[in-house]
T-cell receptor, first 116, second 112 residues
Framework: SAVISQKPSRDICQRGTSLTIQCQVD?????MFWYRQQPGQSLTLIAT?????????ESGFVIDKFPISRPNLTFSTLTVSNMSPEDSSIYLC?????????????FGPGTRLTVL | SQQGEEDPQALSIQEGENATMNCSYK?????LQWYRQNSGRGLVHLIL?????REKHSGRLRVTLDTSKKSSSLLITASRAADTASYFC????????????FGTGTKLQVIP
């Protein structure tokens, strides 16, 4: 398995500011992902964090709003830029690790963001 | 749009009863995973079933997969109050490079 930690666990931010969320995995993983979970909703994939290259964004998400870095195989950051109250969500990092031919995904505890 | 649709959206049962949740999806998959989420916290991985498997067990959990019907079910036997949580299915499509898409989720309440 993989143990994933995220920092911060929660934050309250002002409109127009930016927040960077860190994700650390305890072992090398092939894939890392960032998800958003709006209140009472399911998870929506924001992007795939690629090691050493630009992230791959899903429809509806853009790099200017959610810049992502992945400098190595165990660490990634997601920045939520120029925040508005609509960005209030839980942001979750996940990592895919192949074990025995399967592609189990593990999730971090999430970062609960409130934008005022 | 979401790959998976789950039903029921909410389920309330008495402790000791069995709980069954269903997940339907739209495209061919590589595998399907079930997760539990307690009250807005992180997701806990429960079980992964591959497309060539039909049934899998883990403790009190039983997962079935019917690729012809593009559906899966999660059965929790002898439920406990601690099983109260939201349950999500997530599908990985073939060639999706481990990317998974989540269903809408079932909110389970187990009454002591």
């Amino acid at each position: 398995s993989a143990v994933i930690s995220q920092k911060p666990s929660r934050d309250i931010c002002q409109r127009g500011t930016s927040l960077t969320i860190q994700c650390q995995v305890d072992s090398q993983v092939t894939m890392m992902f960032w998800y958003r979970q709006q209140p009472g909703q399911s998870l929506t994939l924001i992007a795939t964090a690629n090691q050493g290259s630009e992230a791959t964004y899903e429809s509806g998400f853009v790099i200017d709003k959610f810049p992502i870095s992945r400098p190595n195989l165990t660490f990634s950051t997601l920045t939520v830029s120029n925040m508005s109250p609509e960005d209030s969500s839980i942001y979750l990092c996940s990592a895919g690790k192949r074990a025995g031919g399967t592609d189990t995904q593990y999730f971090g505890p999430g970062t609960r963001l409130t934008v005022l | 749009s979401q790959q998976g649709e789950e039903d029921p959206q909410a389920l309330s049962i008495q402790e000791g009863e069995n709980a069954t949740m269903n997940c339907s999806y739209k495209t061919s998959i590589n595998n399907l995973q079930w997760y539990r989420q307690n009250s807005g916290r992180g997701l806990v991985h429960l079980i992964l079933i591959r497309s060539n498997e039909r049934e899998k067990h883990s403790g009190r959990l039983r997962v079935t997969l019917d690729t012809s019907k593009k559906s899966s079910s999660l059965l929790i036997t002898a439920s406990r109050a601690a099983d109260t949580a939201s349950y999500f299915c997530a599908t990985a499509v073939i060639g999706g490079y481990q990317k998974v898409t989540f269903g809408t989720g079932t909110k389970l309440q187990v009454i002591p």
